[in-house]
Each structure stands twice: as C-alpha cells, then as structure tokens.
C-alpha cells in the first residue's frame, strides 16, 4: 500500500519556467512532509520541508504547499534551471515518529535550454 | 565537513555470504536510518534508530539486521544475503529540533547478490 505517491514519474520543463512537482499522500498520521533531490550516483539531498500546521514554506526558488483537505502537497521551483534537472522525492513523517519516513516513488525533473 | 559515509560503495556477492555496510556520521546526531532503492519503488526505509540501543523496524526490515552501539555508526547486517537484496543502499542521520528538520544522506552503497 503506497502511502505517498507521486503519480507522475517524468516532468519536462524549459529553462526559466515554473516546475510544478506533485506528491498524494493516504495516511492522516502524516504531520511532517519533506521533498528530496537527488543526483545519479549521489545521495538524496533535502530541498525543503513543512509542516502540517502550515500550507506554504518559502526557501529562495522553491516553494511547498500543502493541502490538508486534499492531502496533496506540491514543490514549484521558480524560475527552473539545468541543474535542476534531477529525481525529486516527496517524503512524509507520522506524528510522533522521528525518524519514520515514508517516501513517494520521485518524479525525474528534466530542465531543458 | 558534515558527512554521512558509507562503505563499501560497490559490492558484489553470492547467495548466502555474510556482510556488513558500515555507516558512519561526524554531525553528532541522534537519528540514522537505512533505506533501500529499487526501480519504481523508490526509497524504503528498512531500519531506523533514535538513538544508541534503539532500534526499530521500517517498512522494509526482513532479512536485514542493524545495531547501534555508538552514536555515529550504524551498521546494516545481511546476514544470508539473496539475490532480492540486491539494490541500493542509502544511510541517513537527521536531527529534529521540533521546529526544523535536517537530513544527510550517504553516497550509497550498491549490492549485488548472484
């Protein structure tokens, strides 16, 4: 049973426009979402996250929001570059877990010139 | 530096064979896991900690066996490795401090079981 998933496995977008990344998630335990990037041959590396008390996190070109109604939560990078081009995964913590995490299959971002 | 480490990074072994994938953390923090990914399936987590002498299941934990007898290591066990172990690994440490999150994650280590 898939708890957050990420219905689109590729996204392209052109240089200079918004990428909008989309993840879903099933389980209302979740209080806590965090979005992941993550290179070939790399570790992931944390992007951005927030928490369920919140419905937006700003951190310079990347934007989260949540919408608890709908449990559904989306990154947009604005504007996207070429080194944006990577795997994204959404990632969601049950309350009360620290370290429990559940992450979304990912969505490869690729940025085009 | 802070840094996850973890080795080896390539491996390649057979059905059967005991091995250890060592992972270490230089950030002091109380919280490691062990992930595993597979095409499609995306990040599972297999073994978290909370702290030393805790341990815990994650989605993932069969076969595979963890300890935590100091702080900064956390190594992954497999102790009769089959060839469905073969995948990607990934250590992270993460420190909560209710108000913010960070995450650090190793460079990967990747298994073949023959």
């Known amino acids: 049973d898939q708890q957050v998933k990420q219905n689109s496995p590729s996204l392209s977008v052109q240089e200079g426009r918004i990428s909008i990344l989309n993840c879903d998630y099933t389980?209302?335990?979740?209080?806590?979402f965090l979005w992941y990037k993550k290179y070939p041959a790399e570790g992931p590396t944390f992007l951005i996250s927030?928490?369920?008390?919140?419905d937006k996190n700003e951190d310079g070109r990347f934007t989260v929001f949540l919408n608890k109604s709908a449990k559904h939560l989306s990154l947009h990078i604005v504007p996207s570059q070429p080194g944006d081009s990577a795997v994204y995964f959404c990632a969601a913590r049950i309350t009360g877990t620290a370290s429990k995490l559940t992450f979304g299959t990912g969505t490869r971002l690729q940025v085009t010139l | 530096e802070a840094q996850v480490t973890q080795n080896p990074r390539y491996l390649i072994t057979v059905t059967g064979k005991k091995l250890t994938v060592t992972c270490s953390q230089n950030m002091n923090h109380e919280y490691m896991s062990w992930y595993r990914q597979d095409p499609g399936l995306g990040l599972r987590q297999i073994y978290y900690s909370m702290n030393v002498e805790v341990t815990d299941k994650g989605d993932v934990p069969e076969g595979y066996k963890v300890s935590r007898k100091e702080k900064r290591n956390f190594p992954l066990i497999l102790e009769s490795p089959s060839p469905n172990q073969t995948s990607l690994y990934f250590c992270a440490s993460s420190l909560w401090t209710g108000s913010s999150y960070e995450q650090y994650f190793g460079p990967g280590t990747r298994l073949t079981v023959t």
């Open positions: 389980n209302s335990m979740f209080d806590y």
């Open positions: 927030i928490s369920s008390i919140k």
